[in-house]
Protein backbone atom coordinates (compact mmCIF):
# COMPACT_ATOMS: atom_id res chain seq x y z
CA UNK A 1 0.00 0.00 0.00
CA UNK A 2 1.11 3.33 -0.83
CA UNK A 3 -0.31 6.58 0.70
CA UNK A 4 -1.23 9.31 -2.06
CA UNK A 5 -3.11 12.79 -1.81
CA UNK A 6 -4.97 13.80 -4.51
CA UNK A 7 -7.40 16.76 -4.22
CA UNK A 8 -10.54 15.71 -6.07
CA UNK A 9 -13.02 18.37 -6.89
CA UNK A 10 -10.82 20.73 -4.77
CA UNK A 11 -11.16 18.14 -1.51
CA UNK A 12 -7.68 16.85 -0.63
CA UNK A 13 -8.31 13.00 -0.03
CA UNK A 14 -5.80 11.07 1.66
CA UNK A 15 -5.77 7.55 0.47
CA UNK A 16 -3.90 3.82 1.06
CA UNK A 17 -4.10 2.45 -2.74
CA UNK A 18 -2.12 -0.45 -4.22
CA UNK A 19 0.15 0.88 -7.02
CA UNK A 20 -2.27 -1.29 -9.36
CA UNK A 21 -4.98 0.79 -8.49
CA UNK A 22 -6.06 2.91 -11.69
CA UNK A 23 -7.01 6.21 -10.22
CA UNK A 24 -10.56 5.50 -12.62
CA UNK A 25 -10.90 2.49 -9.82
CA UNK A 26 -9.65 4.68 -7.13
CA UNK A 27 -12.62 7.45 -7.83
CA UNK A 28 -15.05 4.82 -8.40
CA UNK A 29 -14.46 2.44 -5.82
CA UNK A 30 -12.16 4.12 -2.76
CA UNK A 31 -14.19 7.58 -3.36
CA UNK A 32 -17.73 6.54 -4.46
CA UNK A 33 -17.37 8.83 -6.90
CA UNK A 34 -19.35 7.11 -9.74
CA UNK A 35 -19.68 9.83 -12.16
CA UNK A 36 -16.46 8.95 -13.77
CA UNK A 37 -17.46 6.04 -16.47
CA UNK A 38 -15.44 2.22 -16.91
CA UNK A 39 -16.35 1.47 -20.84
CA UNK A 40 -13.54 -0.55 -22.51
CA UNK A 41 -10.44 0.24 -19.24
CA UNK A 42 -7.78 0.12 -22.06
CA UNK A 43 -8.10 3.33 -23.33
CA UNK A 44 -10.16 3.06 -26.56
CA UNK A 45 -13.51 4.77 -25.54
CA UNK A 46 -12.82 7.86 -23.37
CA UNK A 47 -15.51 7.09 -20.87
CA UNK A 48 -13.63 7.59 -17.91
CA UNK A 49 -12.38 10.74 -19.00
CA UNK A 50 -11.26 13.17 -16.31
CA UNK A 51 -9.06 16.16 -15.80
CA UNK A 52 -5.96 16.58 -14.32
CA UNK A 53 -4.87 20.03 -13.60
CA UNK A 54 -7.01 20.92 -16.26
CA UNK A 55 -5.59 18.59 -18.89
CA UNK A 56 -7.85 15.59 -20.00
CA UNK A 57 -6.47 12.15 -19.49
CA UNK A 58 -8.53 8.58 -19.63
CA UNK A 59 -8.35 7.12 -15.87
CA UNK A 60 -8.23 4.26 -16.66
CA UNK A 61 -4.46 3.78 -17.72
CA UNK A 62 -3.62 6.11 -15.36
CA UNK A 63 -2.12 4.97 -11.93
CA UNK A 64 -3.66 6.49 -8.80
CA UNK A 65 -0.09 6.38 -7.77
CA UNK A 66 1.02 8.33 -10.22
CA UNK A 67 -1.56 11.41 -9.27
CA UNK A 68 0.02 12.33 -5.81
CA UNK A 69 0.25 15.49 -5.37
CA UNK A 70 -1.95 16.31 -8.33
CA UNK A 71 -5.51 18.07 -8.37
CA UNK A 72 -8.54 15.82 -9.90
CA UNK A 73 -11.45 17.12 -11.62
CA UNK A 74 -14.83 14.80 -12.55
CA UNK A 75 -18.15 15.31 -13.76
CA UNK A 76 -18.98 15.40 -10.02
CA UNK A 77 -17.03 18.80 -10.11
CA UNK A 78 -18.51 20.40 -13.18
CA UNK A 79 -20.71 22.84 -13.40
CA UNK A 80 -20.67 24.55 -17.28
CA UNK A 81 -22.84 25.76 -20.13
CA UNK A 82 -21.87 22.69 -22.10
CA UNK A 83 -24.01 20.41 -19.52
CA UNK A 84 -27.28 22.13 -20.02
CA UNK A 85 -26.38 22.60 -24.04
CA UNK A 86 -25.81 18.73 -24.31
CA UNK A 87 -29.22 18.66 -22.76
CA UNK A 88 -30.88 21.21 -25.16
CA UNK A 89 -29.24 19.04 -28.58
CA UNK A 90 -30.26 15.93 -27.59
CA UNK A 91 -26.07 14.98 -27.28
CA UNK A 92 -27.04 11.92 -25.58
CA UNK A 93 -29.49 8.74 -25.21
CA UNK A 94 -28.30 6.58 -22.83
CA UNK A 95 -26.10 9.21 -21.60
CA UNK A 96 -23.28 6.47 -20.35
CA UNK A 97 -20.43 7.99 -22.36
CA UNK A 98 -21.63 12.05 -21.26
CA UNK A 99 -19.53 12.28 -17.98
CA UNK A 100 -16.59 11.74 -20.05
CA UNK A 101 -17.55 13.77 -23.29
CA UNK A 102 -18.27 16.70 -20.69
CA UNK A 103 -15.18 16.26 -19.42
CA UNK A 104 -13.07 16.17 -23.23
CA UNK A 105 -14.83 18.63 -24.19
CA UNK A 106 -14.02 21.31 -21.57
CA UNK A 107 -10.58 20.46 -22.06
CA UNK A 108 -10.81 20.76 -25.61
CA UNK A 109 -12.38 23.79 -25.89
CA UNK A 110 -9.28 24.75 -23.49
CA UNK A 111 -6.37 23.44 -25.54
CA UNK A 112 -8.03 25.41 -28.49
CA UNK A 113 -7.81 28.34 -27.00
CA UNK A 114 -4.42 28.22 -26.28
CA UNK A 115 -3.66 27.94 -29.90
CA UNK A 116 -3.37 24.04 -30.45
CA UNK A 117 -3.61 22.35 -33.70
CA UNK A 118 -5.39 19.16 -34.78
CA UNK A 119 -4.67 16.33 -37.09
CA UNK A 120 -7.20 19.05 -39.65
CA UNK A 121 -5.40 22.09 -38.84
CA UNK A 122 -3.38 23.15 -42.14
CA UNK A 123 -0.16 22.98 -40.82
CA UNK A 124 1.11 26.37 -41.75
CA UNK A 125 -1.52 27.98 -39.53
CA UNK A 126 -0.13 29.56 -36.72
CA UNK A 127 -3.51 31.37 -34.51
CA UNK A 128 -6.20 29.01 -33.15
CA UNK A 129 -7.81 27.69 -36.15
CA UNK A 130 -11.69 28.47 -36.62
CA UNK A 131 -13.60 25.72 -34.56
CA UNK A 132 -15.77 24.28 -37.26
CA UNK A 133 -17.45 20.92 -37.17
CA UNK A 134 -14.34 19.30 -38.77
CA UNK A 135 -12.25 20.70 -36.15
CA UNK A 136 -14.83 19.80 -33.46
CA UNK A 137 -15.35 15.95 -34.09
CA UNK A 138 -11.37 15.65 -34.78
CA UNK A 139 -10.38 16.73 -31.34
CA UNK A 140 -13.19 14.51 -30.15
CA UNK A 141 -12.52 11.68 -31.84
CA UNK A 142 -11.20 10.27 -28.44
CA UNK A 143 -14.81 10.05 -26.96
CA UNK A 144 -17.01 7.40 -28.25
CA UNK A 145 -21.07 7.38 -28.36
CA UNK A 146 -22.02 3.73 -28.81
CA UNK A 147 -25.82 4.97 -29.03
CA UNK A 148 -24.59 7.36 -31.91
CA UNK A 149 -25.70 11.21 -30.36
CA UNK A 150 -22.50 12.63 -32.30
CA UNK A 151 -24.25 15.30 -34.16
CA UNK A 152 -25.91 16.77 -30.95
CA UNK A 153 -22.76 16.33 -29.20
CA UNK A 154 -21.59 18.26 -31.65
CA UNK A 155 -23.90 21.06 -32.11
CA UNK A 156 -23.80 21.33 -28.65
CA UNK A 157 -19.92 22.19 -28.11
CA UNK A 158 -20.36 24.54 -31.66
CA UNK A 159 -22.90 26.20 -29.53
CA UNK A 160 -21.00 26.84 -26.81
CA UNK A 161 -17.64 27.54 -27.89
CA UNK A 162 -19.50 30.33 -30.28
CA UNK A 163 -20.38 32.01 -27.13
CA UNK B 1 -2.95 -7.06 -12.68
CA UNK B 2 -0.33 -8.67 -10.88
CA UNK B 3 1.40 -6.69 -7.77
CA UNK B 4 4.57 -4.66 -8.28
CA UNK B 5 6.51 -2.81 -6.39
CA UNK B 6 6.37 1.35 -7.25
CA UNK B 7 9.12 3.74 -7.19
CA UNK B 8 8.55 7.41 -8.35
CA UNK B 9 12.17 8.29 -9.04
CA UNK B 10 13.29 11.72 -7.94
CA UNK B 11 16.09 11.90 -9.98
CA UNK B 12 17.93 10.20 -12.62
CA UNK B 13 20.69 8.51 -11.22
CA UNK B 14 18.12 7.10 -8.77
CA UNK B 15 16.38 5.80 -11.82
CA UNK B 16 19.51 4.09 -13.36
CA UNK B 17 20.58 2.83 -10.62
CA UNK B 18 17.10 1.07 -9.50
CA UNK B 19 16.99 -0.60 -13.18
CA UNK B 20 20.28 -2.01 -13.07
CA UNK B 21 19.67 -3.15 -9.25
CA UNK B 22 16.64 -4.75 -10.30
CA UNK B 23 16.55 -7.78 -13.57
CA UNK B 24 12.98 -7.49 -13.70
CA UNK B 25 11.81 -3.91 -13.81
CA UNK B 26 10.12 -1.39 -16.17
CA UNK B 27 9.90 2.48 -16.88
CA UNK B 28 6.32 4.02 -16.11
CA UNK B 29 6.08 6.71 -18.53
CA UNK B 30 2.79 7.98 -19.55
CA UNK B 31 1.34 4.69 -19.02
CA UNK B 32 -0.69 4.46 -21.99
CA UNK B 33 1.11 1.15 -23.38
CA UNK B 34 2.59 -0.36 -19.88
CA UNK B 35 -1.07 -0.13 -17.98
CA UNK B 36 -2.52 -2.00 -20.58
CA UNK B 37 0.17 -4.23 -21.40
CA UNK B 38 0.53 -5.25 -17.79
CA UNK B 39 -3.92 -5.29 -17.01
CA UNK B 40 -3.35 -8.10 -20.27
CA UNK B 41 -0.50 -9.85 -18.00
CA UNK B 42 1.50 -9.48 -21.14
CA UNK B 43 4.04 -7.47 -19.15
CA UNK B 44 4.53 -8.28 -15.50
CA UNK B 45 7.30 -6.24 -13.91
CA UNK B 46 8.02 -6.96 -10.27
CA UNK B 47 9.29 -3.60 -10.32
CA UNK B 48 7.76 -0.29 -11.92
CA UNK B 49 9.76 2.58 -11.99
CA UNK B 50 7.76 6.36 -12.21
CA UNK B 51 10.04 8.25 -14.41
CA UNK B 52 7.53 11.36 -14.71
CA UNK B 53 9.24 13.50 -12.04
CA UNK B 54 12.88 13.31 -13.73
CA UNK B 55 13.19 17.01 -15.33
CA UNK B 56 13.34 15.62 -19.21
CA UNK B 57 10.17 17.53 -20.11
CA UNK B 58 11.95 20.38 -22.28
CA UNK B 59 12.06 20.77 -25.60
CA UNK B 60 15.17 23.35 -26.53
CA UNK B 61 16.82 24.69 -29.88
CA UNK B 62 20.21 23.24 -30.74
CA UNK B 63 23.06 25.42 -31.58
CA UNK B 64 22.64 25.30 -35.59
CA UNK B 65 19.20 24.75 -36.12
CA UNK B 66 18.32 21.36 -34.16
CA UNK B 67 16.01 20.49 -31.72
CA UNK B 68 16.50 18.57 -28.79
CA UNK B 69 13.10 16.96 -27.06
CA UNK B 70 13.15 15.77 -23.66
CA UNK B 71 12.20 11.85 -23.40
CA UNK B 72 9.10 12.63 -20.87
CA UNK B 73 7.86 15.63 -22.88
CA UNK B 74 4.10 14.47 -23.61
CA UNK B 75 2.98 14.10 -27.24
CA UNK B 76 0.49 16.77 -27.05
CA UNK B 77 3.11 19.33 -25.84
CA UNK B 78 5.44 18.78 -28.77
CA UNK B 79 3.05 18.43 -31.72
CA UNK B 80 1.38 21.74 -30.58
CA UNK B 81 5.33 23.77 -29.81
CA UNK B 82 6.02 26.67 -31.92
CA UNK B 83 9.95 24.93 -32.67
CA UNK B 84 8.17 21.60 -33.84
CA UNK B 85 5.10 23.57 -35.75
CA UNK B 86 7.98 25.78 -37.37
CA UNK B 87 10.70 23.32 -38.46
CA UNK B 88 9.10 20.24 -38.62
CA UNK B 89 5.67 20.28 -39.50
CA UNK B 90 5.60 16.44 -40.23
CA UNK B 91 6.31 15.74 -36.73
CA UNK B 92 3.73 17.63 -35.21
CA UNK B 93 1.40 15.85 -37.86
CA UNK B 94 2.19 12.66 -37.27
CA UNK B 95 1.89 12.87 -33.46
CA UNK B 96 -1.34 14.61 -34.26
CA UNK B 97 -2.80 11.40 -35.87
CA UNK B 98 -1.91 9.27 -33.30
CA UNK B 99 -4.18 7.74 -30.71
CA UNK B 100 -6.81 10.86 -28.54
CA UNK B 101 -6.17 13.87 -27.32
CA UNK B 102 -6.49 12.65 -23.98
CA UNK B 103 -3.97 10.08 -25.06
CA UNK B 104 -1.28 12.54 -26.17
CA UNK B 105 -1.93 14.25 -22.53
CA UNK B 106 -0.63 11.32 -21.10
CA UNK B 107 1.82 9.90 -23.44
CA UNK B 108 5.26 10.43 -23.82
CA UNK B 109 8.24 10.66 -25.98
CA UNK B 110 10.20 7.64 -25.11
CA UNK B 111 7.66 5.91 -24.36
CA UNK B 112 5.89 6.51 -28.11
CA UNK B 113 9.23 5.43 -29.18
CA UNK B 114 8.82 1.99 -27.54
CA UNK B 115 5.26 1.24 -27.71
CA UNK B 116 4.51 -2.27 -28.56
CA UNK B 117 2.84 -3.86 -31.57
CA UNK B 118 -1.25 -3.96 -31.83
CA UNK B 119 -1.03 -7.26 -33.53
CA UNK B 120 -4.38 -9.12 -32.00
CA UNK B 121 -2.41 -12.27 -31.14
CA UNK B 122 0.27 -10.37 -28.93
CA UNK B 123 -2.73 -9.59 -26.88
CA UNK B 124 -4.75 -12.96 -26.82
CA UNK B 125 -2.88 -14.49 -24.82
CA UNK B 126 -5.10 -17.76 -25.50
CA UNK B 127 -2.89 -17.92 -28.85
CA UNK B 128 0.89 -18.49 -30.06
CA UNK B 129 3.05 -15.43 -30.41
CA UNK B 130 6.37 -15.60 -31.05
CA UNK B 131 7.05 -12.01 -29.62
CA UNK B 132 5.12 -12.52 -26.46
CA UNK B 133 6.64 -16.33 -26.03
CA UNK B 134 9.73 -16.91 -28.26
CA UNK B 135 9.09 -19.84 -29.91
CA UNK B 136 5.53 -20.52 -29.76
CA UNK B 137 4.42 -19.77 -33.33
CA UNK B 138 3.06 -16.51 -35.40
CA UNK B 139 -0.93 -17.30 -35.14
CA UNK B 140 -1.13 -13.88 -37.38
CA UNK B 141 0.46 -15.65 -40.36
CA UNK B 142 -3.02 -18.24 -41.09
CA UNK B 143 -5.30 -15.70 -39.05
CA UNK B 144 -6.41 -12.43 -39.26
CA UNK B 145 -3.68 -10.31 -40.26
CA UNK B 146 -5.71 -7.13 -42.00
CA UNK B 147 -3.03 -4.67 -39.77
CA UNK B 148 0.29 -6.54 -40.37
CA UNK B 149 3.37 -5.43 -42.09
CA UNK B 150 4.39 -6.19 -45.78
CA UNK B 151 7.92 -4.91 -45.66
CA UNK B 152 10.96 -6.33 -43.31
CA UNK B 153 8.36 -9.14 -41.95
CA UNK B 154 10.25 -13.14 -41.42
CA UNK B 155 8.53 -16.05 -41.28
CA UNK B 156 8.53 -15.31 -37.32
CA UNK B 157 6.49 -12.42 -36.95
CA UNK B 158 4.68 -9.39 -39.01
CA UNK B 159 3.47 -7.51 -36.70
CA UNK B 160 3.79 -3.99 -37.93
CA UNK B 161 5.08 -0.85 -35.94
CA UNK B 162 2.06 1.28 -34.36
CA UNK B 163 3.87 4.93 -34.05
CA UNK B 164 3.16 7.74 -35.82
CA UNK B 165 5.59 9.71 -34.33
CA UNK B 166 8.27 7.39 -35.03
CA UNK B 167 7.59 7.59 -38.85
CA UNK B 168 8.36 11.33 -38.93
CA UNK B 169 11.54 10.82 -36.59
CA UNK B 170 12.60 8.47 -39.28
CA UNK B 171 12.42 10.58 -42.02
CA UNK B 172 13.76 13.38 -40.08
CA UNK B 173 16.75 11.51 -38.85
CA UNK B 174 16.42 12.02 -35.73
CA UNK B 175 18.76 9.88 -32.56
CA UNK B 176 17.74 8.44 -29.71
CA UNK B 177 19.96 9.29 -26.66
CA UNK B 178 19.98 6.81 -23.98
CA UNK B 179 21.91 6.70 -20.53
CA UNK B 180 22.77 3.91 -17.79
CA UNK B 181 24.77 3.69 -15.14
CA UNK B 182 27.08 2.56 -17.73
CA UNK B 183 26.99 5.80 -19.59
CA UNK B 184 25.46 7.60 -22.56
CA UNK B 185 24.85 6.76 -26.14
CA UNK B 186 23.28 8.09 -29.29
CA UNK B 187 21.20 5.77 -31.95
CA UNK B 188 20.58 6.81 -35.24
CA UNK B 189 16.23 6.57 -34.62
CA UNK B 190 16.66 4.46 -37.76
CA UNK B 191 18.32 1.44 -36.26
CA UNK B 192 16.82 2.27 -32.75
CA UNK B 193 13.74 -0.36 -33.97
CA UNK B 194 14.68 -3.36 -34.88
CA UNK B 195 13.87 -6.09 -37.56
CA UNK B 196 12.48 -9.51 -36.39
CA UNK B 197 14.18 -11.89 -37.63
CA UNK B 198 14.11 -15.15 -35.64
CA UNK B 199 14.34 -12.69 -32.71
CA UNK B 200 10.51 -10.68 -32.54
CA UNK B 201 10.92 -10.24 -28.97
CA UNK B 202 13.52 -7.94 -29.23
CA UNK B 203 12.41 -4.83 -30.47
CA UNK B 204 15.08 -2.25 -30.14
CA UNK B 205 18.79 -1.69 -29.43
CA UNK B 206 17.97 -0.08 -25.61
CA UNK B 207 19.54 -2.64 -23.04
CA UNK B 208 17.37 -3.55 -20.04
CA UNK B 209 18.64 -1.08 -17.89
CA UNK B 210 18.44 1.85 -20.33
CA UNK B 211 16.56 5.30 -19.86
CA UNK B 212 16.14 7.18 -23.23
CA UNK B 213 16.43 10.56 -22.28
CA UNK B 214 16.17 12.66 -25.59
CA UNK B 215 15.37 12.54 -29.00
CA UNK B 216 17.59 14.71 -31.12
CA UNK B 217 16.17 16.21 -34.53
CA UNK B 218 18.81 17.82 -37.02
CA UNK B 219 18.60 20.66 -38.81
CA UNK B 220 16.84 20.07 -42.36
CA UNK B 221 15.46 22.60 -44.77
CA UNK B 222 13.35 20.33 -46.41
CA UNK B 223 11.16 19.79 -43.70
CA UNK B 224 9.93 23.18 -43.56
CA UNK B 225 8.08 21.68 -46.52
CA UNK B 226 6.85 18.44 -44.60
CA UNK B 227 3.69 16.39 -44.47
CA UNK B 228 2.05 13.32 -42.46
CA UNK B 229 -0.73 11.29 -44.11
CA UNK B 230 -2.48 8.82 -42.49
CA UNK B 231 -4.36 6.28 -44.35
CA UNK B 232 -6.97 4.13 -41.65
CA UNK B 233 -10.22 2.38 -41.12
CA UNK B 234 -11.97 4.89 -39.57
CA UNK B 235 -11.22 8.76 -40.15
CA UNK B 236 -9.47 9.43 -36.45
CA UNK B 237 -8.59 7.46 -33.33
CA UNK B 238 -7.37 4.46 -35.16
CA UNK B 239 -3.98 3.03 -36.13
CA UNK B 240 -2.51 3.17 -39.24
CA UNK B 241 -3.06 1.04 -42.73
CA UNK B 242 -0.98 3.02 -44.36
CA UNK B 243 0.65 6.58 -43.49
CA UNK B 244 3.78 8.60 -45.53
CA UNK B 245 6.15 11.41 -43.96
CA UNK B 246 7.55 13.24 -46.17
CA UNK B 247 9.68 16.46 -46.88
CA UNK B 248 10.72 17.55 -50.24
CA UNK B 249 12.57 20.35 -51.55
CA UNK B 250 12.82 21.24 -55.29
CA UNK B 251 14.86 23.26 -57.67
CA UNK B 252 14.33 24.33 -60.92
CA UNK B 253 12.37 21.36 -61.42
CA UNK B 254 14.86 18.58 -59.98
CA UNK B 255 14.35 17.03 -56.43
CA UNK B 256 17.26 18.35 -54.41
CA UNK B 257 16.10 16.95 -51.31
CA UNK B 258 13.23 14.29 -50.70
CA UNK B 259 12.77 12.45 -47.12
CA UNK B 260 10.60 9.69 -46.92
CA UNK B 261 9.30 7.40 -44.38
CA UNK B 262 6.05 4.94 -44.63
CA UNK B 263 4.22 3.98 -41.46
CA UNK B 264 1.45 0.98 -40.93
CA UNK B 265 3.51 -1.00 -43.40
CA UNK B 266 7.09 -1.84 -42.14
CA UNK B 267 7.44 -4.18 -39.06
CA UNK B 268 9.75 -0.85 -37.81
CA UNK B 269 9.31 2.46 -38.70
CA UNK B 270 10.20 2.30 -42.48
CA UNK B 271 12.60 5.06 -44.17
CA UNK B 272 12.07 4.41 -47.76
CA UNK B 273 15.80 4.85 -49.05
CA UNK B 274 15.55 3.30 -52.13
CA UNK B 275 12.53 5.44 -52.87
CA UNK B 276 14.93 8.74 -51.93
CA UNK B 277 17.62 7.07 -53.96
CA UNK B 278 15.22 7.02 -57.03
CA UNK B 279 14.11 10.83 -56.31
CA UNK B 280 17.88 11.86 -56.23
CA UNK B 281 17.77 14.24 -58.55
CA UNK B 282 15.28 13.18 -60.51
CA UNK B 283 12.34 15.20 -61.93
CA UNK B 284 9.85 16.26 -59.74
CA UNK B 285 7.54 14.94 -61.57
CA UNK B 286 4.25 11.91 -60.72
CA UNK B 287 5.86 9.52 -62.48
CA UNK B 288 9.21 9.67 -61.12
CA UNK B 289 7.57 9.67 -57.77
CA UNK B 290 5.82 6.64 -58.67
CA UNK B 291 9.04 5.16 -59.95
CA UNK B 292 10.24 5.96 -56.63
CA UNK B 293 7.45 4.14 -54.15
CA UNK B 294 7.57 1.05 -56.43
CA UNK B 295 11.24 0.62 -56.17
CA UNK B 296 10.77 0.93 -52.27
CA UNK B 297 7.64 -1.52 -52.05
CA UNK B 298 9.26 -3.77 -54.61
CA UNK B 299 10.26 -6.03 -52.04
CA UNK B 300 7.22 -5.88 -49.98
CA UNK B 301 5.55 -9.49 -49.38
CA UNK B 302 1.74 -9.41 -49.04
CA UNK B 303 -0.59 -11.77 -47.41
CA UNK B 304 -4.25 -11.97 -48.46
CA UNK B 305 -5.46 -9.89 -46.06
CA UNK B 306 -2.73 -7.23 -45.99
CA UNK B 307 -1.61 -7.39 -49.91
CA UNK B 308 -3.81 -4.32 -50.57
CA UNK B 309 -1.68 -2.19 -48.24
CA UNK B 310 1.07 -2.08 -51.37
CA UNK B 311 -0.44 -0.31 -53.66
CA UNK B 312 -2.34 1.70 -51.25
CA UNK B 313 1.02 2.71 -49.82
CA UNK B 314 2.17 3.15 -53.43
CA UNK B 315 -0.53 5.48 -53.74
CA UNK B 316 -0.40 7.08 -50.84
CA UNK B 317 3.82 8.01 -51.40
CA UNK B 318 2.78 9.93 -54.50
CA UNK B 319 -0.10 11.49 -53.55
CA UNK B 320 1.98 13.46 -50.81
CA UNK B 321 5.29 14.37 -52.66
CA UNK B 322 2.43 15.96 -55.33
CA UNK B 323 0.92 17.76 -52.60
CA UNK B 324 4.16 19.14 -51.60
CA UNK B 325 4.78 21.05 -54.59
CA UNK B 326 3.11 24.10 -55.60
CA UNK B 327 0.67 24.44 -58.47
CA UNK B 328 3.74 25.57 -60.58
CA UNK B 329 5.56 22.21 -59.96
CA UNK B 330 7.75 23.58 -57.99
CA UNK B 331 8.05 24.02 -53.89
CA UNK B 332 7.78 27.12 -51.41
C1 LIG C 1 -6.64 3.34 -27.74
C2 LIG C 1 -5.25 3.71 -28.17
C3 LIG C 1 -5.04 4.20 -29.44
C4 LIG C 1 -3.76 4.56 -29.86
N1 LIG C 1 -3.58 5.01 -31.13
C5 LIG C 1 -2.32 5.33 -31.56
C6 LIG C 1 -2.08 5.77 -32.88
O1 LIG C 1 -3.01 5.90 -33.69
N2 LIG C 1 -0.82 6.07 -33.24
C7 LIG C 1 0.23 5.95 -32.37
O2 LIG C 1 1.36 6.25 -32.75
N3 LIG C 1 0.03 5.51 -31.12
C8 LIG C 1 -1.20 5.21 -30.70
N4 LIG C 1 -1.39 4.75 -29.43
C9 LIG C 1 -0.23 4.42 -28.62
C10 LIG C 1 0.31 5.57 -27.82
O3 LIG C 1 0.90 6.51 -28.70
C11 LIG C 1 1.34 4.99 -26.86
O4 LIG C 1 0.66 4.19 -25.93
C12 LIG C 1 2.13 6.06 -26.14
O5 LIG C 1 2.87 6.85 -27.05
C13 LIG C 1 3.08 5.44 -25.14
O6 LIG C 1 3.68 6.45 -24.36
P1 LIG C 1 3.63 6.39 -22.76
O7 LIG C 1 4.46 7.48 -22.24
O8 LIG C 1 2.23 6.33 -22.27
O9 LIG C 1 4.37 5.00 -22.55
P2 LIG C 1 4.30 3.96 -21.34
O10 LIG C 1 3.07 3.15 -21.45
O11 LIG C 1 4.57 4.63 -20.05
O12 LIG C 1 5.57 3.07 -21.71
C14 LIG C 1 5.64 2.29 -22.89
C15 LIG C 1 6.95 1.51 -22.86
O13 LIG C 1 8.06 2.38 -22.96
C16 LIG C 1 8.94 2.22 -21.87
N5 LIG C 1 9.46 3.56 -21.58
C17 LIG C 1 8.72 4.70 -21.43
N6 LIG C 1 9.53 5.77 -21.32
C18 LIG C 1 10.80 5.30 -21.38
C19 LIG C 1 12.09 5.93 -21.33
N7 LIG C 1 12.22 7.25 -21.20
N8 LIG C 1 13.19 5.14 -21.42
C20 LIG C 1 13.06 3.80 -21.55
N9 LIG C 1 11.88 3.16 -21.61
C21 LIG C 1 10.76 3.90 -21.53
C22 LIG C 1 8.09 1.61 -20.78
O14 LIG C 1 8.88 0.87 -19.88
C23 LIG C 1 7.15 0.74 -21.57
O15 LIG C 1 7.78 -0.47 -21.90
C24 LIG C 1 -2.68 4.42 -28.98
C25 LIG C 1 -2.88 3.96 -27.68
C26 LIG C 1 -4.16 3.60 -27.27
C27 LIG C 1 -4.35 3.10 -25.88
S1 LIG D 1 2.77 -11.22 -36.16
FE1 LIG D 1 4.28 -11.11 -34.47
S2 LIG D 1 3.07 -10.22 -32.82
FE2 LIG D 1 1.57 -11.05 -34.28
S3 LIG D 1 1.17 -13.18 -33.64
FE3 LIG D 1 2.83 -13.24 -35.14
S4 LIG D 1 4.65 -13.23 -33.79
FE4 LIG D 1 2.98 -12.43 -32.54
S1 LIG E 1 -12.66 3.27 -19.93
FE1 LIG E 1 -10.92 4.52 -20.18
S2 LIG E 1 -10.91 4.87 -22.31
FE2 LIG E 1 -12.51 3.42 -22.12
S1 LIG F 1 -25.24 8.48 -25.00
FE1 LIG F 1 -25.15 6.31 -24.91
S2 LIG F 1 -23.01 6.00 -25.26
FE2 LIG F 1 -23.21 8.09 -25.68
Known amino acids: MVEVRIRVNGVEEVLDVEPRVSLLDTLREHLGMTGTKKGCDQGACGACTVLADGERINSCLALAVQYDGRSITTIEGIDHPLQEAFVRHDGLQCGYCTPGQICSAIAMLDEHARGAPSAVTEPAATAAPELTGEEIRERMSGNLCRCGAYNGIAEAIAEVAAR | ?332
Open chain 2, 1 to 332: MRSFAYLSAPDIDTALHAVSAEPNAKFLGGGTNLVDLMREEIEQPDTVIDITRLPLAEVAELPGGGVRVGALVRNSHLAAHPLIRERYPVLSQAILHGASGQLRNMATVGGNLLQRTRCVYFYDTASPCNKREPGAGCAAAEGFHRNTAVLGTSEHCLAAHPSDMCVALAALDAAVEVRSVRGVRRIPVTDFHRLPGATPHVESDLAPDELVTAVEIPPLRAAANSRYRKVRDRASYAFALVSVAAALEVEDGRVRTARLALGGVGTRPWRAREAERVLADAPATEEAFDRAAEAELAAAVGRPDNAFKIDLARRTVTAVLRRLLTTDGSTP
